[in-house]
């Protein structure tokens, strides 16, 4: 079946200008994450959605960052004014809904931002 | 609060010898464990889990990994090392006694055999 799904899978932005991602998880997953992976480095937690629970924004490193999902299905993530500190490849994974909470994640391929 | 160490950035090892890629966690209650892999230009795939039961958790390719509740670490290994092992290993955690905790990841180790 379908995995996880994102666009666009480059985009190159001004410095200054706003931008959306987009995610499309696996269909009947509960759980959509999103985080962000600079060059060479680790997995930055950004935030997370868990069915129809408050998001946990805890890992947005700005007010510039926002994200929203609608139900159980897409997810953008939104970043105004962005600075060339932004550039990075931002993952979205998602997983299904599971009792015990430790389903695996399953990540898309993500999409690399890059501001000039 | 829960964290991830990955204390080494790269791992270096030559084909067919074994491999250990470090990792140690915190959290406040008990963890959820996970191995992820990211192949060169490929997206990250999940390789084995600890939930609970069985110190020795086995995973794909041939990697297991070992959770060791008074150490706090969950290392991944596996016995003889192939070229194609060479990747981006990620360690990543949860509490299990929150239901609403998040999956937090480790920076990451860079896994490198030789011939």
């Known amino acids: 079946g379908a995995g996880v799904s994102q666009s666009p899978s480059n985009k190159v932005t001004e410095k200054g200008k706003d931008v959306e991602l987009r995610c499309d998880p696996i269909s009947g997953h509960t759980a959509l994450y999103w985080y962000r992976q600079r060059l060479g480095q680790g997995l930055e937690f950004l935030i997370y959605f868990q069915g129809n629970s408050a998001p946990d924004k805890s890992g947005l490193p700005s007010d510039r960052f926002s994200a929203e999902r609608t139900g159980e299905s897409v997810s953008t993530l939104t970043i105004q004014r962005t600075q060339q500190e932004d550039s990075a490849v931002y993952l979205c994974?998602?997983?299904?809904?599971?009792?015990?909470?430790?389903?695996?994640?399953?990540f898309g391929n993500g999409t690399r931002l890059t501001v000039t | 609060a829960q964290s991830v160490a990955q204390p080494e950035d790269q791992v270096n090892v030559a084909e067919g010898n074994p491999l250990t890629v470090k990792c140690t966690y915190s959290?406040?209650?008990?963890?959820?464990l996970f191995w992820y892999v990211q192949y060169p230009n490929r997206g990250l795939q999940f390789l084995l889990k600890?939930?609970?039961?069985?110190?020795l958790v086995k995973g794909s390719y041939g990697f297991e990994a070992e959770f060791n509740k008074s150490q706090t670490s969950f290392h991944l290994k596996k016995p003889s090392a192939l070229v194609s092992d060479s990747a981006l290993y990620f360690c990543?955690?949860?509490?299990?006694?929150?239901?609403?905790?998040?999956?937090?990841f480790g920076s990451g180790t860079r896994l490198s055999i030789r011939p």
């Open positions: 600890y939930i609970t039961g069985d110190n």
């Open positions: 994974a998602s997983s299904p809904r599971d009792s015990a909470y430790n389903s695996p994640l399953h």
């Open positions: 990543a955690v949860r509490d299990m006694d929150s239901s609403a905790s998040k999956i937090i």
């Open positions: 959290v406040s209650g008990n963890p959820y």
